[in-house]
């Protein structure tokens, strides 16, 4: 009877971590990073699912906010985009045409990124070919030494007026390499190289800043402004006082076994951590499957009930251990453990990576939770430490 009873009172709660995204925030970053820019149009890049947190409702709700640019780097991420948002928006590919990907680009209306006089040959080619091709943008290549064209291409380009015609660009842009330093001479010189490369073309609208270039000021803005990280509140920057946007992704992960280890025992995997006294340790299901680096083991913390507390062991696969000896409020199974949020550029600092990289590997078996506060949720934040799993 008694056993029953203490069964019956188990709370309910889930075994895998939930990845929660905060539209709201996101299309209050946007809202912001536009006030930053005045005219300047904003392209949001929402590649790599946007940096893991879904292409396709963080599009939508950048959509509602008014954007109606964006870039991805493949053909694969812009089809499913498109189907996503409908057809009224513009969306970009970076990695450029390759020609398989030709029938994906056309039915779907992809425009792509130019990046080699290779690529814009093959798509002048292409888009002279059929009715209605879609316009292009044309990448400059200004010092990153990565994509786009040299001077001399954009030399070749300017006066090759029938492939520039067929190609019918609707912008040129480049890729500043060194933004987040606003003190970095490459700015000024990747400036000046976009200026003169841009005047050897057809006067078209122009775009060069990521969300670290916004904040190098209004000679980087151009027509349009490109940010990722900033819409998903990442620091861009290595001044993050002067940054407008707010976290927007948590990773909520349930404690699901609280256990209490003696002195001279080992941790996990590997037997990486003795405990060097009695302590008190909660099981996390949330791993490296989730996006929880091996690089945290015994370095990184978490957040239990609004504390750091440190991770102890080797992260594994899809458990995580937590030091909870010090917790202050109760530590039971069920209970929530957060990750990222605010503690983002904490724990890519401590796993020796970028907040973008924590982002983006955030595994696809977290459930999602696409947060959208209603009137009523006025002043709940999202993460709140003891919220339990229901499902
Ligand atoms: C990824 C990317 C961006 C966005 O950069 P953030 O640093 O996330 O703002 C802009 N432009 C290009 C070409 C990119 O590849």
Known sequence: MSNNKSFSHQPSYSTRPTLRVDLAQIRANYDALKNKVGAAKI???????????????VAKALYGAGCRIFFVATAGEGKLLRDGVGPNAAIYILNGPAPRDKGVLLGAKLKPVINSME???????????????PYTAIHIDTGMNRLGLSHEDAVELGRDKRLWKALNPEWVMSHLACA??????????QLQKFRKAAAQLPLT???LANTAGIYLGKPYHFQMVRPGIG???GVATNKPGQEVSTPVATLLAPILQVRWVKAGETLGY???FTAPRDMRIAIVGAGYADGIPVNESNRGTAILHDEEVPIVGRVSMD??????????LAVEVGGVVIFRGKHLEAEAKSAGTINYELLVRMGQRCRRDYWKPKKTDEGKKPGKPMERFTN
């Open 43 to 57: 392209g949001a890049s929402v590649k790599a699912d946007a940096y893991g947190l879904g292409a396709v409702p």
């Open 119 to 133: 690529q814009a040959r093959f798509w002048g080619e292409v888009a002279e070919s059929v009715n209605e091709p």
């Open 180 to 189: 987040s330093d606003a003190a970095h001479p490459m700015n000024k010189t």
């Open 205 to 207: 609208p122009l775009s």
């Open 231 to 233: 819409l998903y509140g």
């Open 270 to 272: 590997n037997a990486t």
């Open 319 to 328: 458990l995580t251990m937590i030091d909870a000896t010090n917790a202050n």
